[in-house]
C-alpha cells in the first residue's frame, strides 16, 4: 500500500504560481504512475499531470505549458510546479499512484485562484 499527503495549497492571484507536493509512505513509488487531478465543485475530476517511473510527462492542454510535475523516487515524493494561474485552476488537487489494479490518494489540498 502507498499513503500520500499533499501540501502546497492556498490563495494566490491570478498570474501567480504555486508549488504543490506530495509526500509518499509505505512501499516505494518508483514503479508507480504519479498523478495529480483536481476536482471543482460540481465538476468530474480530472488529470492535470501524471509522470512515469521512468520522468516521462503528460499533461492536458488546459495546463501545458503552465504546469510542470516531477518526482524524486528516492525521497518518495512528487511535485507540482504550477505558474501563470487561472481563476479556472481552482479545486481541490489530489495525488495519486497509480499501479497495475491498484491506485492510491491523498486527501487533497485547495487551490483557490482569485484577486
Known amino acids: 500500500q502507498v499513503q500520500l499527503v499533499e501540501s502546497g495549497g492556498g490563495l494566490v492571484q491570478p498570474g501567480g504560481s504555486l508549488r504543490l507536493s506530495c509526500v509518499a509512505s509505505g512501499n516505494s513509488i518508483s514503479n508507480y504512475v504519479m498523478g495529480w487531478y483536481r476536482q471543482a465543485p460540481g465538476k468530474l475530476r480530472e488529470l492535470v499531470a501524471s509522470i512515469t517511473g521512468g520522468g516521462s510527462t503528460n499533461y492536458p492542454d488546459s495546463v501545458r505549458g503552465r504546469f510542470i510535475m516531477t518526482r524524486d523516487n528516492a525521497k518518495g515524493t512528487v511535485a507540482l510546479q504550477m505558474n501563470s494561474l487561472k481563476p479556472e485552476d481552482t479545486a481541490v488537487y489530489y495525488c495519486?499512484?497509480?499501479?497495475?489494479?491498484?491506485?492510491?490518494w491523498g486527501q487533497g489540498t485547495q487551490v483557490t485562484v482569485s484577486s
Open positions: 495519486n499512484a497509480k499501479r497495475s489494479v491498484w491506485a492510491y
